[in-house]
């Protein structure tokens, strides 16, 4: 009794979330009585239409509810979910959906809805699998949105045709000595050619086109907790960036290796996987867990669900590697992909498949500088950052000799400038750093609530724009969608186009600043060096590059 009590229960709550009335339900006696409006001839399941019109009229309920209720109250085990459908759509939905309510919803649309083979491919794909006698599946046309994450935090649309796609790549980012990234970081990397250039050699160089797609933990706060990582607080998506901010933040901020593993796919496995990770990008939220169910894990999920080679791969399917690195030496040594790539570090290098460590590169450059300078005040890339960057470029000033040398030698002037970017860019980060403190010890309500009343109004607005937006842009929930969207479904995606660049707004950013600091002196002071250490560098390069002109 209290079994069928939970399922009636059960029952209800879907119906509920259907946006469907207890006056409005289909009972199953009912359905029984009538006349069935669905049948399974010859393995494909076909909808008695002019009944389904007739009985949902009766009913007063669109044909699609009423199909709906149909599906979802059918004794018949042909319409039910299988194994495949909950593999499906653990990765694609969010987590905790009823699977018998979730399997009549996407019947029904796959039935009645002619979009649904764009905008839920997968599920097209898998119902198509399961209910049509033939094997011809319907393909879309038309580019794909993608959100990719923008350097300043806010969300940016690319409209992306899957057939410019020349290849996907396995992307793995090595290992370095943080818990969360000791055992690397694995992605995929979508080779995108240019527009009207489709030749391998054109495609393989379009690197600042060539998207990123992996699985990341949604920080939802402004510094990362490693013990809510450990217990899956987090949630999961399916992230979307441009290569080159990947390759920026390993190879030069984290100083980590990539390397770019081709997998094996035909033309039509190559759409339909780009059409199925925009899918996932958009619907699906899940569990993130560091050690367990991380960017391994889910991308492993994922394509046992969307790639039917993998699926049939046995040492893959049955196989689940925790670690990223593990994962990532599996598929090197199967055919799914072209390891031989790899086999040569400088060969690969050269053609694109391996992104060292810039670490070498400034390195390179910092003993360089040394060996050149009458007297160097560093030994290091941390001791060189670490120094003011007014005392660095006086340092420059004041050493004549070396001075001359920066006017006569462009690769020595090269190798300096070098050096003072990569302070520049340590320096953003720390800036980064040190403000999520701020903000994560300071109430943001009592933050905006006290510039409200002491900014003047636009210097205000560039507040909201500049800081508040981009902070809330990342830690905020992503919003999901039933599938990929359209672009009428995209309209509060779109970028503001506030300009916080421009000079005026930039004599605003100071304004806040300096409010900012009245609020916390103390954890504002370390935003204010960091910022001034950023700025400082860059006109470092900027007046270096100055001495280039008095050659």
Known sequence: MIKRLSQWLVFLLAIYLAGCSTSSIVSPANTLSESVVFNMVGGSLQLNRPLLAKNSKVRALPETEYLYHALYQSSDHRVHPDDRFESI??????????????????????????NFACSEPIYQRYFEQRYSSHSSTKHCTGDLPLSLISRNGEEEIIWLDPKRVSAIHLLFAGNDEGMVSRFGHVLLRLVVCPEHDRSAEACDSNLYEHITLGYRAHIDELNINTLKGLMGDYQAYLFAEEFMSSYRQYTINEFRDLYSLPL??????????????????????????????????????????????????????????????????????????????????????????????????????????RSEMTQAHFESLDAYR??????????????????????????????????????????????????????????????????????PKHDNRVFTECVLKPIYSLIRPKKRQKGIPTSNDLIDHQMSGFDCKSDQNWDALHHINQQLENIDPSRWQPVNVAMFYWLESLNNVIRLSDLNGHH
Not at 327 to 351: D, H, I, K
Not at 422 to 439: E, L, V
Request: proline share 1%.
């Open 89 to 114: 759509a653990a990765v694609v939905e969010q987590k905790g959906r009823d699977s018998s309510s979730l399997y009549a919803e996407k019947l029904t649309r796959f039935l009645m809805d002619e």
């Open 264 to 369: 094996n796919l035909s033309e039509r496995e190559r759409i339909d996987l780009v059409s199925a990770l925009a899918e996932i990008h958009w619907s699906f939220s899940g569990e993130y867990k560091f050690l367990t169910k991380n960017c391994a894990t889910l991308l492993q999920d994922a394509l046992r669900a969307v790639w039917p080679a993998y699926m049939k791969n046995e040492e893959l399917a049955a196989e689940t590697y925790l670690r990223p690195d593990s994962f990532f030496q599996a598929m090197r040594e199967q055919n799914l992909s072209t390891s031989g790539v790899l086999e040569n570090l400088e060969l690969a290098e050269t053609l694109g498949y391996f992104f060292s460590s810039t670490e070498a590169i400034y390195t390179k450059a910092l003993n360089q500088v």
């Open 386 to 455: 670490a120094l003011s960057p007014i005392k660095r470029y006086e340092n420059v000033q004041h050493d004549a000799v070396y001075l001359q040398k920066l006017k006569e030698d462009e690769v020595l002037l090269g190798a300096q400038s070098l050096i003072e970017e990569y302070g520049a860019i340590k320096s953003r980060s720390t800036m980064s750093a040190y403000m999520a403190d701020f903000f994560e010890n300071n109430d943001m309500e009592k933050v905006e609530l006290y510039l409200s009343e002491v900014l």
